[in-house]
């Protein structure tokens, strides 16, 4: 497991050597970085191997999935379609993610959120936000 | 000290007008509402607020842009220990212990605490200010480029100490979070690196985006996996009130925290953060029993608080003293000076004494107001922690999400946030601590914008370091306690090598 | 656009009696985009303009700070808004820098000339522990070793950074450009001796000046400063030294002829109004009130004297000029 982020810094790593290369100034202290993590990636990755055994948990894809989708769904939906809407749509897929209430009760409660937002960043701390969508 | 006390006694009549105690406790409450709130931080408060105080006198409305800063500081650990949700660079090291006490049922006390700790610190802070401000001020000035670089490396190694597990995942976390600080323009050169072309990397990353994400949305996403036989996150909630006992504990830590707090905070640059990191490792090295925090230990939550709160208040040691921001808040301030045609200064003690005494003995009235309006909403937020989770998270995103949105009005910074969510997540699963990222990428910058200035400044003479007896002595102590680190955890990598 | 802001509102309320408006328009709040973050002196400036054009125009003029990439993100957002005339922005002349530095700046075509604020120009400060006193002490020790003097200011191509190119280059010396990322930095290492000089202007260091933390030597405009009046200009000394930076009200091309005459003769009754130039003074602006016609001029002059500079020091990376 801990090869992982031994091969993650090494990813990192490489585009950026041809990132900087151009300007050694500006390239030297990344290149600096990368290079420590690199490796202490590898030490790392030493010492797991050395270690074995202790698999990472099993992984919990729907979660993770739909957490991460409902703030991309806020960004990908805030310019189209306002506030209100937009709101609405995050707080019932965040809900999915849970898989604890029934569709109704999810939408209830994006209904409340989207109200209580509204209330809170809009009236009461004057965000320059638009609610509904521009027609 | 009859000065003092005469000055002192000057500043109350002017803090303690009505006027000015209402913009105080105005000051206040909005200050910990827009903490309380993630994302929002004070900085946009005070931008909105000020045009509003173009009809006050410049006395009063920096009482009150004053008050909402720290209000601010404040209403942020309380997200940081209610939901794993730091508002502030300087409230991630809260959240350790502050959330595992919330996970244990004492969420009350560890509020309690933090208010305690903060009043402590900002009260033993001002008498500071009023005391020695002027030469304190001068302090800041002794510093050079080489000096910051040696203060920084030593708050980078203490996030290795902070850090419980493996001493070698803390310095690739760390290591991993100055990689993300390279990212943006260049000081030196101007040069856009590791932007991809995207003009909204061109300053960096920002530190909401990746602490709502690492933090909020990962810790979300690991209860979520967990939730079968929980229904909140804290089913019994204990006594609001902390035991004699506990205060007796967390009183030293903050007598620390204040002192590293107070020392931090004047100097431009990370000073509440790394004054946070540093109480927490310091009482980490001081403890019986190193391996209680994490765990929810009170002097975890104590410490940084006060240092953090102490620090909040000495950095208007400069701004005041010599009309020189330490940091960007510090620097609206003076732009809210210069609106009202004050300009900032050293002679503004001498040519202003009400306002700037005023000033000080407000910190002071704030404070107070602070601790009045915060422990009552201890038992409220308590409550908050009681709302079943399948209705608490989707709110919490919501608010991460809007909250991210409007720091800067960009939606790219809610996908960061999703990014770094599944990140955090995977990090949680490597049993990485995102702490040390988080102060790597808050330092990284400064510490590589003051190195690569002090090798142009001495020529590219790498001694400089050793020869500056300010940088030497931070260097001397962050080898130190990188060796007391160490030492231990490779004694400890053998013997289990020998045991396989 | 449509921005909601309690604080807007009230500011409207207090505003004094309704002007005649014309043909509808503004029929909203405006929006003035400033792309430096709040509390800095462009920030401070745009809020005085916004205060008194919201009272000329009886709506609320919202200051929208949108930060980022030395002012690209701003600058994009006014060339972008809707040319309603609802939006307008801050123009500088590192609007004009960036054009040729980053080539994701929108360019100097992009933008409709308003108005014009004001002029701040650039100057010279030494820290008194170096024994400089004038302006010939600075130039004798600068030849006498070249690269030796540390000068500090914007990273390059920042407007404190041009000031010391464009001393370099006309008074023949060369010394080490030091970075730092602001004005208070530059001035907090100045006082500290970390570096022998800085070229920040005026309203930044006058305080320290007057009290002898560090010395003014030389202000790089046609006139003495009025913060300064003991500090010489570089002509006065000899030299034909006049740089600077400026400030402008600009707007997205395209708006309709009549909404920008309303714009433009706004701005310029604001910038003309004595009450206004006065609050402006008081918080370290002198304004210099210019039409659309000499913003237009300002800006074509900033282009062609900027460019060789950046162009010299291999700063031009995009929009590069044919024959140069």
């Known amino acids: 497991m801990f090869i992982g982020i031994g091969a993650g810094g090494l990813m990192l790593a490489m585009p950026l050597e041809s990132g900087t290369a151009g300007a050694m100034e500006a390239g030297f202290y990344p290149r600096l970085v990368c290079a420590l993590i690199i490796a202490l990636g590898c030490l790392t990755a030493l010492a797991g191997l050395l270690r074995k055994g202790e698999l990472p948990e099993a992984w919990h894809w729907w979660p993770l999935l739909m957490v991460s989708a409902s703030a991309v769904v806020f960004a990908a939906l805030l310019d189209i379609a306002g506030f209100a809407i937009t709101l609405f749509a995050v707080a019932l897929i965040a809900s999915l993610a849970g898989r604890l209430l029934n569709i109704w009760r999810a939408a209830m409660l994006a209904g409340v959120l989207v109200l209580m937002n509204i209330a809170l960043f809009i009236f009461a701390l004057g965000l320059p936000l638009r609610i509904w969508p521009r027609i | ?500 | 656009m449509h921005r909601r802001s309690i604080l807007a509102l009230s500011a409207a309320a207090l505003a004094t009696p309704r002007l005649a408006r014309a043909a509808g328009f503004p029929d909203g709040p405006i929006t003035l985009i400033v792309a430096w973050p709040a509390g800095g002196g462009s920030d401070v400036s745009m809020r005085l303009v916004a205060e008194a054009l919201s009272r000329r125009l009886s709506v609320p003029v919202l200051v929208e700070n949108r930060p980022g990439a030395a002012g690209t993100i701003g600058h994009r957002a006014i060339a972008t808004a809707r040319p309603d005339g609802q939006t307008i922005g801050m123009f500088s002349q590192d609007a004009i820098t960036a054009q040729y530095g980053n080539a994701n700046a929108p360019a100097l075509s992009e933008f409709e000339p308003l108005g014009f604020f004001g002029e701040e120009p650039g100057s010279l400060q030494v820290h008194p522990g170096t024994g400089i006193t004038t302006l010939a002490d600075y130039i004798a020790r600068a030849k006498a070793a070249p690269g030796k003097l540390r000068n500090g200011g914007n990273p390059a191509p920042g407007a404190s950074f041009l000031y010391m190119a464009y001393y370099e280059r006309r008074l023949d010396i060369h010394v080490t450009k030091v970075a730092y990322a602001g004005y208070a930095p530059t001035v907090t290492a100045l006082l500290s001796g970390e570096i022998d000089s800085a070229s920040v202007p005026v309203p930044d260091v006058i305080e320290h000046h007057n009290a002898g933390r560090l010395r003014l030597l030389a202000v790089s405009g046609t006139d003495r400063h009025f913060m300064a009046p003991d500090v010489p200009t570089f002509r006065e000394l000899g030299h034909d030294v006049v740089i600077g930076g400026w400030r402008s009200i600009a707007a997205p091309v395209g708006i309709p002829p009549d909404r920008l005459a309303v714009l433009r003769d706004s701005l310029l009754a604001v910038f003309k109004d004595s009450d206004f130039q006065a609050r402006a003074r008081h918080a370290g602006f002198a304004v210099t009130p210019g039409d659309h016609t000499r913003t237009a001029a300002a800006w074509a002059e900033s282009d062609t004297s900027i460019y060789p500079i950046m162009d010299e020091l291999g700063l031009v990376k995009a929009r590069r000029k044919q024959g140069t």
């Not at chain 2, 800041?140 to 920084?152: E, I, P």
């Not at chain 2, 990689?179 to 995207?198: E, F, I, K, P, Q």
């Not at chain 2, 909630?237 to 925290?257: D, E, I």
């Open chain 2, 1 to 500: 000290m009859h000065d003092l006390i005469s000055n002192l006694a000057m500043g109350f009549g002017v803090a303690l007008s009505l006027q000015n105690i209402g913009l105080c406790f105005i000051g206040c409450v909005l200050g910990t509402a827009i903490g309380v709130l993630p994302g929002i931080g004070p900085l946009p408060t005070v931008a909105m607020l000020l045009p509003f105080t173009f009809a006050l006198d410049p006395t009063g409305a920096l009482i009150m842009l004053a008050g909402v800063f720290y209000g601010a500081q404040y209403g942020g650990s309380t997200t940081a220990i209610l939901a794993r949700l730091p508002g502030e660079t300087s409230s991630v090291v809260t959240c350790l212990d502050g959330y595992a006490m919330a996970l244990k049922g004492q969420a009350g006390t560890a509020l309690a605490i933090a208010a305690i700790g903060s009043v402590v610190a900002g009260m033993a802070t001002t008498l500071l200010i009023a005391a020695a401000g002027p030469p304190l001020a001068d302090v800041a000035l002794l510093f050079q480029s080489a000096d910051y670089v040696s203060v920084m490396l030593l708050g980078l190694v203490s996030a290795v100490v902070m850090a419980h597990g493996s001493v070698l995942k803390a310095l690739l976390m760390i290591l991993f979070g100055l990689l993300l600080g390279t990212v943006g323009t260049d000081v030196a050169s101007g040069d856009y690196r590791l932007t991809m072309g995207l003009d909204m990397l061109a300053d960096g990353l920002g530190f909401v985006p990746i602490s709502m994400g690492l933090f909020g949305l990962a810790e979300i996403m690991v209860n979520l996996e967990s939730m079968a036989g929980r229904t909140a996150i804290a089913k019994k909630v204990g006594s609001l009130w902390p035991s004699r006992a506990v205060l007796w504990q967390a009183f030293p830590a903050m007598v620390r925290g204040t002192v590293i707090g107070a020392a931090f905070g004047i100097l431009p640059g990370g000073g509440p953060t790394i004054a946070a990191f540093s109480a927490y490792s310091v009482e980490k090295k001081v403890a019986r029993d190193p391996s209680r925090f994490g765990q929810g230990a009170v002097e975890g939550v104590a410490a940084p608080e006060a240092a953090n709160n102490a620090a909040t208040q000495s950095c208007f040691i400069p701004m005041l003293c010599l009309g020189i921001p330490p940091n960007a808040l510090m620097a609206l301030m003076v732009g809210a000076m210069m609106v009202h045609g004050i300009q900032p200064g050293p002679s503004i003690i001498t040519k202003q004494p009400e306002l700037f005494w005023g000033m000080i003995a407000s910190m002071a009235v704030g404070n107070v107001i602070l601790v009045i309006l915060n422990l009552p909403l201890i038992g409220i937020w308590v409550k908050l922690l009681q709302v079943p989770y399948a209705f608490l998270f989707p709110a919490i995103i919501v608010f991460c999400a809007v909250g991210t949105y409007t720091v800067d009005s960009s939606t790219g910074d809610v996908v960061l946030m999703a990014i770094f969510g599944v990140l955090g997540y995977v990090f949680r699963k490597l049993d990485c601590e995102p702490a040390p990222l988080m102060l790597g990428l808050v330092l990284g910058p400064l510490l590589e914008e003051n190195f690569r200035r002090a090798m142009v400044l001495s020529d590219g003479d790498a001694m400089v370091f050793l020869h500056r007896p300010i940088s030497l002595a931070f260097l001397v102590a962050a080898a130190l306690l990188l060796a007391a680190v160490l030492l231990p955890s490779i004694r400890r990598g053998r013997q289990e090598a020998f045991r396989e």
